[in-house]
């Protein structure tokens, strides 16, 4: 205020109008550190975690273990900073570790290449689909009529002002994707696939996926779960031309974020990808290096040329979940996957024995479509009650599914934390709890 020769905060804000000014924020009087810790501590008391009260939701953010060296490596000062050091001259060391991010995703989705992250899942949807149109140079977009409703909305979106239009396929009686209702249509842009998709069931009709593909000669976008690729084909082999999904390997639940949305594709359409390249080279005095390969976005190169005007990137999030893989490994992964669909089964095997239908099968990985003998909305708040998070509720997004319920199970839910949950929920059926 020295500066600017006024002597009052008042004087400060005298260009705003006195009728719009506020007399404060209300913000209550300064406290030392030890009290604003305590008034924290207690606050932080409410919160109930996973171990305190067990969820079986399913459709979203799922609770795995993350072991105590990911977040040693991640809070480490070279990776933890406020914005992404890209500069090459003093951060080689950043540079490698996601170049090594990129590699574990090439090797995982049988994919060329692999930028450097997307913000989320539904964002390199939203990608994926305008990518398609710059590639083919047509407006349809097909999505199943079965993925989440927040992918829809991110999806939506992103395609509004590109001219593109969204088609929904139909999913049929096993819960999967109706691949006879796309036709051959010729104005197909892109066709979006899950493996597994929404309802949790693993995608495995290889051959037809790739005879739609021939017919309409859209590109296949897959979506993946980068777990069930430790046991299952790479997309590549589905013939996926772009790959994305859900990095959150590495990444705890965090009240539903952050995490990273996995992009890859084919060579031929790398020039096409959002997001950034991390290359690996040699120096002028032949030593290994690392630089910025591509970075086709709107600060870079002409605006008519840009794929996305995406400026940044999970980079935090990516060195975990590379953390994570170089953890675990090839077997441990394998492990890993095994474990949740053997945990996913007996779950679902266990509510079947008390009355539940599985009206989809047991083709599925780790989440599973289960119809309660009970009011499923009555049902969860009874499990409430009883310190329990119940599984998601389908029929308000999908109303011919009524009374349907989405479970997802993983390793953190042991047998005990299954049989918990079981035989609270089969006295609610016998009606022995309200």
Known sequence: MEELDIDSIDKLFGDIPEKIRIKGLGIPPGKS???????????????????????FLGGGIQPHYVPPAVRHIVSRSEFYTSYTP???????????????????????????????????FATSLGEAARMAKRINKKDTFLIPE?????????????????????????YGENGKVNLFAIGDAGDVAGIYLENPNFFGIIEDRIDEIREIKEKTDGLIVMGVDP???????????????????????????????????IFSCRKEY???????????????????AFCMTMQTREQHI??????SNICSNE????????????????????????????NARYAAEELSSIGFEIPFGMTFFN???????????????????????????????????????????????SRETINKMVEVTGKIVEGKYV
């Open 86 to 120: 890209y500069q090459p001259e003093f951060s080689q060391g950043m540079l490698q570790s996601v170049f090594e991010y990129q590699s574990v995703i090439c090797e995982l989705t049988g994919m060329d290449a692999a930028n450097i992250s997307m913000y989320d």
């Open 146 to 170: 079965n993925i989440s409703w927040e992918k829809k909305s991110v999806l939506k979106n992103y395609v509004r002002n590109a001219g593109m239009r969204i088609k929904e396929i139909p």
């Open 227 to 261: 777990l069930l690729l430790a046991i299952v084909k790479p997309p590549s082999e589905y013939g996926a031309d772009i790959v994305i999904g859900d990095g959150w390997m590495g990444n705890p639940m965090n009240f539903g974020g952050s995490r990273l949305g």
């Open 270 to 288: 790398i020039r096409q990808m959002p997001g950034r390249i991390i290359g690996a080279t040699t120096d002028r005095d032949g030593k290994r």
């Open 315 to 342: 980079a935090l999030c990516a060195i975990a979940f590379v953390a994570y893989i170089s953890l675990l490994g090839r077997n441990g992964l394998r492990s890993l996957a095994a474990t949740n669909v053997k």
């Open 367 to 413: 989440e599973f479509v289960a119809i309660p003998p009970v009011n499923a909305g009555e049902l969860n708040n009874s499990l409430l009650s009883k310190n329990m998070h119940g599984a998601l509720l389908l029929g308000n997004h999908f109303p011919e599914l009524k009374n349907a319920l989405l479970y997802g199970i993983t390793e953190m839910h």
């Open 33 to 55: 550190e030890i009290d604003v810790e305590r008034e924290i501590s207690d606050t932080l008391k409410k919160n109930r975690s996973f171990n305190d009260m067990p969820s």
């Open 302 to 307: 002409r605006r008519k040329k840009a794929t």
